[in-house]
Nanobody
Framework: QVRLVGSGGGFVQAGGSLRLSCSASGTSSTINVMGWYRQAPGKQRELVAEINFAGRTNYGESVKGRFTISRDGAINAVYLQMNSLKPEDTAVYYC???????????WGQGTQVTVSS
């Protein structure tokens, strides 16, 4: 059983920065990709960023150039540095793990990010 534990998030003013972390444990050898999706009230869950274990990344269009995902393969952890945050980035951010891009198989508990204008 794979377990994903996310941390970070919080409240920040527009233009500020936050950092999210996520670590995987359990049968994590089945995961090739880790990253985050987000869901704002009344909206569908959408891709934020994901990274495979070769270090290749995939970003949602709305965060390109502002967010950076990185990984530490030694401890099965990924990090999301979020800069130049906007009010529209406000959402619950869910850590995910999957076998390939756009295919989340496992979810973490979600963490709230709130950006004030």
């Amino acid at each position: 059983q794979v377990r994903l534990v996310g941390s970070g998030g919080g409240f920040v003013q527009a233009g500020g920065s936050l950092r999210l972390s996520c670590s995987a444990s359990g049968t994590s050898s089945t995961i090739n990709v880790m990253g985050w999706y987000r869901q704002a009230p009344g909206k569908q869950r959408e891709l934020v960023a994901e990274i495979n274990f070769a270090g290749r990344t995939n970003y949602g269009e709305s965060v390109k150039g502002r967010f950076t995902i990185s990984r530490d393969g030694a401890i099965n952890a990924v990090y999301l540095q979020m800069n130049s945050l906007k009010p529209e980035d406000t959402a619950v951010y869910y850590c995910m793990g999957g076998t390939t891009y756009y295919t989340p198989n496992y979810w973490g508990q979600g963490t709230q990010v709130t950006v004030s204008s």
